[in-house]
């Protein structure tokens, strides 16, 4: 995942490498402690909708793509995870897409 500064903030572009081969094709920020994540499942056809009770502001999602087995690591199918910011781990909280892409966060009014 890259990070771009802000505007108005010193140059320069942060990579965080994942964990286990993750390989993420979209990613959301958390801007409210309110609100819900849009997931389009572009394979199956759908848009899924993730709550929580309370959101942590600035928290990562990421749609990350299955994984075939390999020699270090077995098979994982499609899944949203919440992205650890400092280890690059992908937690998943959310599975059984076919092919998840496209998301964001909506905040509550």
């Given at each position: 995942v890259f990070f771009r500064?802000?505007?108005?903030?010193?140059a320069g572009v942060k990579v965080l490498h994942l964990l286990g081969g993750a390989?993420?094709?979209?990613?959301?920020?958390?801007?409210a402690p309110r609100g819900h994540v849009l997931i389009a499942d572009t394979k199956g056809g759908t848009v899924y909708r993730l709550d929580a009770p309370a959101w942590?502001?600035?928290?990562a999602f990421s749609a990350v793509?299955?994984?075939?087995?390999?020699a270090k690591a077995p098979a994982y199918a499609a899944y949203v995870g919440a992205i650890d910011l400092h280890s690059g781990a992908a937690i998943p909280v959310a599975s059984g897409f076919a092919n998840p892409h496209g998301m964001a966060f909506v905040a509550d009014k």
């Open positions: 500064p802000a505007k108005g903030a010193p390989k993420v094709d979209d990613t959301v920020f958390v801007t942590s502001v600035g928290s793509g299955p994984i075939k087995a390999g």
